[in-house]
């Protein structure tokens, strides 16, 4: 499979269409917010000077002495409205602006039938709007806002009567039960993650459903490490690209329109900006990304946590075979590693190191950075439960998260029994 370069270049038009057209919205805003702050300064000033002629002029049921405006007072009047119209336009068009684009990319991502559905409630509306007008008379703008709601509600159920009974075209009235695509949200991949590697075997697998994105910036920081000065970083990010041309060969992915988020920002913060967008989560072994991208309600998978999860669970009592690597932290602790990495502290091994012994599991603790177990040398018998508690405590400073003792277990057998 290939790369999606149609998508990338259309989401680049795409972009480069929205920059040309958004000075015009400025423009058309900035002037109408203008006008209407005139016309109210007008309507200000005219009531003021009905108050003026008025025998007895009184506002909101109070009397009040109202004197006529200087010239100068009047201009700074009218140009306080303007500025503060003008204002209020600037404000409508970036809410406006960005409603539309988003109704752009809705439109675009909609099948033929849901076009024809919306364009027909869009009609029943306007039609709805002019039966009722005919009938009951009103003002202009109250008009408009019945025209408003009922094209909207025209459009919703167009599309309501597509997805349940099938609209217009049999062939394309209802999406097919075993096209589930549609459901999936985008998966976007930082740059850590790729050249991590496990991305490719994780999608290769079956584990990552739905689109794969790969935005434009993390391409161009991939190439910046692989043009590095730096030996060990020039080969992170070769490593990086070529398991993308490897995953590009196996599947479909896709450089999403990246022209909403702002050049100026960090790359992990332009990530998450253009996963909300998208409405997609992030897939990342970045810690810092994670707890970034979770704040601000962007879904996170962490290539880290799913392999923690699938380590082998190792049980108080379970019997293995560990080779000491190193010391320990307290007095006569030894540290060995299973082929997963979890790690062994063993209890009177300090001096054994590089030798490979037989242990019995009295304890496993799960931490923030995952499982730690900890055992005993087979041969020397029971160890004391005081010992193995201080053991814990030395390598999670006195916070307990989960333990579990091989003598609590046999205790509850027993009364069991």
């Known amino acids: 499979m290939r790369l999606t370069q149609s998508k990338r ?15 015009l919205f400025w423009i058309i805003f900035v002037f109408l917010g203008g006008l209407l702050g005139s016309a109210m300064a007008t309507q200000y000033v005219s009531r003021l000077q009905d108050l003026i002629d008025s025998r007895d002029p009184r506002l909101f049921g109070l009397p009040i002495n109202p004197t006529a405006l200087t010239p100068i007072e009047e201009t700074l009047l009218y140009g306080s409205f303007i500025f503060v119209g003008a204002l209020f336009g600037l404000i409508l068009e970036s809410i406006t602006f960005h409603k539309a684009n988003k109704t752009r990319e809705t439109w675009e991502m909609m099948d033929p039938s849901g076009k024809i559905a919306a364009i027909l409630g869009f009609v029943l509306g306007l039609v709805l709007t002019a039966l009722i007008v005919a009938i009951v008379k009103g003002p202009l703008w109250l008009n408009l806002i019945l025209a408003l709601v009922l094209c909207y509600i025209g459009v919703v159920g167009g599309l309501s009567l597509k997805e349940q009974v099938g609209f217009v075209l049999r062939g394309t009235a209802a999406p097919s039960k075993t096209d589930h695509r549609v459901s999936y949200r985008p998966k976007l991949l930082d740059t850590n993650v790729i050249i991590d590697g496990r991305i490719a075997d994780i999608c290769r697998a079956g584990f990552v459903e739905g689109p794969i994105f790969v935005p434009k910036f993390i391409l ?47 790359v992990d913060a332009r990530l998450v900006i253009l996963a909300r967008e998208v409405g997609g989560a992030i897939i990342t072994n970045d810690f810092n ?36 690597i190193k010391e320990g932290k307290e007095k006569e602790q030894g540290i060995g590693y299973l082929d997963d990495g979890t790690m062994i502290v063993v209890e009177g091994a300090r001096r054994l190191i590089g030798e490979t012994m037989q242990v019995s ?57």
């Open 361 to 417: 599991v009295t304890s496993v603790l799960q931490t923030v950075q995952g499982k730690m177990s900890f055992a005993k040398i087979r041969e020397n018998g029971e160890q004391e439960s005081e010992t193995v508690e201080e053991s814990i405590r030395s390598y999670t400073s006195g916070r307990l998260r989960r333990k579990t003792r091989q003598g609590d277990q046999q205790g509850v057998c027993e009364r069991s029994g």
């Open 220 to 266: 161009e920081e991939l190439q910046q490490i692989a043009d590095s000065s730096d030996s060990l970083k020039r080969a992170r990010g070769r490593r990086g690209l070529d398991i993308l041309n490897q995953m590009q060969k196996e599947m479909d992915l896709e450089v999403p329109d990246s022209s909403m988020v702002d050049p100026a920002e960090e």
């Open 289 to 324: 990304l994670n707890k970034v991208a979770g704040l601000q309600g962007v879904d996170v998978l962490n290539v880290n946590e799913l392999a923690n999860a699938l380590k082998p669970v190792v049980l108080p009592g379970e019997e293995m075979k560990v080779t000491i």
């Open 9 to 23: 270049k259309g989401g680049e038009k795409m972009g480069m269409s929205s920059r040309r057209v958004r000075p």
